[in-house]
């Protein structure tokens, strides 16, 4: 359902349902033709996921198989852009490692595009330095 929620609390209902592993949340979030990319990614990890199946399958899917759980983000910045849709999120996902119980952080920045209250564009430049950190 669109809305007019803008950019800001659109994040802020992203980090509710990632802190809360809700694929309802998730679902609730994206529009039907959005697109996620993580323009770093290892091989195996899709650079690109389009449509909002896809990308909620696809997240709850690393929910299940996942050794961590976020517990909350830290804002660095936040950057508006020349479009007042889109944003440029500096951030830590901080979390703990559910087998060793060790706390983690994340360092990332998202570029958020959000379109009659849904996410249409999210890029997630995420440090897999500290992913790996925060899975060992």
Same mark, same amino acid.
């Given at each position: 359902?669109?809305?007019?929620?803008?950019?800001?609390?659109?994040?802020?209902?992203?980090?509710?349902?990632?802190?809360?592993?809700?694929?309802?949340?998730?679902?609730?979030? +994206?529009?039907?033709?959005?697109?996620?990319?993580?323009?770093?990614?290892?091989?195996?990890?899709?650079?690109?996921?389009?449509?909002?199946?896809?990308?909620?399958?696809?997240?709850?899917?690393?929910?299940?198989?996942?050794?961590?759980? +976020?517990?909350?983000?830290?804002?660095?910045?936040?950057?508006?852009?020349?479009?007042?849709?889109?944003?440029?999120?500096?951030?830590?996902?901080?979390?703990?490692?559910?087998?060793?119980?060790?706390?983690?952080?994340?360092?990332?920045?998202?570029?958020?595009?959000?379109?009659?209250?849904?996410?249409?564009?999210?890029?997630? +430049?995420?440090?897999?330095?500290?992913?790996?950190?925060?899975?060992?």
């Amino acid at each position: 359902m669109a809305s007019t929620a803008g950019p800001r609390e659109v994040l802020a209902r992203f980090r509710d349902a990632a802190i809360g592993q809700s694929t309802d949340g998730m679902r609730r979030l +994206y529009a039907a033709d959005a697109i996620h990319e993580f323009p770093f990614h290892r091989p195996g990890v899709p650079a690109r996921l389009t449509g909002r199946d896809e990308i909620v399958a696809w997240t709850a899917a690393g929910w299940r198989a996942r050794r961590f759980e +976020y517990e909350r983000y830290r804002t660095l910045a936040v950057h508006d852009t020349g479009d007042p849709g889109t944003i440029v999120v500096e951030q830590q996902a901080i979390g703990r490692n559910t087998a060793s119980g060790r706390e983690f952080v994340l360092p990332n920045i998202v570029v958020l595009t959000v379109r009659h209250g849904l996410i249409g564009h999210l890029r997630d +430049y995420v440090n897999l330095v500290a992913v790996d950190a925060a899975l060992s």
